[in-house]
């Protein structure tokens, strides 16, 4: 999870719920030693998240990287 997450209150928990639905299944999220642009070199991958300069390498590198308002919206709401 991007260090960003932490700066708002709840926001890692709130995550972590929205994960466990059943629609999210197949969503994994990466562990804190992965290097996002590297994976990126051996696997096209679905990034999912909020603004990003990791948008760049996704294109770079054939991944998708799809934007949602999490830290700066409030879309918290709407997903729960």
């Known amino acids: 999870m991007h260090p960003g ?10 995550l ?11 969503v994994l999220m990466c562990d804190v030693e992965i290097i ?7 696997n096209h991958i679905i990034i999912i998240g909020d603004r990003s300069s ?7 590198f054939g991944s ?6 999490f830290l700066h919206d409030e ?3 709407e997903i729960f």
């Open 64 to 69: 998708t990287f799809i934007k949602v308002l």
């Open 16 to 26: 972590s719920k929205m994960l466990e639905k059943p629609q999210f299944s197949n």
């Open 5 to 14: 997450f932490y700066e708002v209150r709840n926001a890692p928990s709130l």
């Open 75 to 77: 879309a918290y709401g």
């Open 36 to 42: 996002l642009e590297a994976e990126m070199i051996f």
């Open 54 to 60: 990791v948008i760049r390498y996704t294109h770079y």
